[in-house]
């Protein structure tokens, strides 16, 4: 694959070169990076809603303690 790009130097540039190089080489990157970003999608999600859950909990949690000790 190299040489292919040694070859298009005179023709295209070199800077086009390295940056057709760079590109080709980190695409399978991005595309298992984009995979694992869709994948954590319903984790964060779900741990979102776990968060939301312990908070109104202790809110609720408050409000009963706040009763105990006189407080509305």
Excluded at 41 to 68: C, M, Q, T, W, Y
């Amino acid at each position: 694959m190299e040489e292919i790009f040694f070859k298009w130097i005179p023709s295209v540039g070199f800077p086009i070169v390295v940056a057709s190089f760079v590109l080709i080489r980190i695409e399978p990157k991005l595309t298992k990076l984009t995979e694992a970003i869709i994948a954590l999608v319903p984790i964060v999600k779900e741990s979102n809603k776990i968060a939301k859950d312990i908070e109104e909990s202790l809110v609720e949690f408050r409000i009963e303690v706040g009763k105990i000790n006189g407080k509305k």
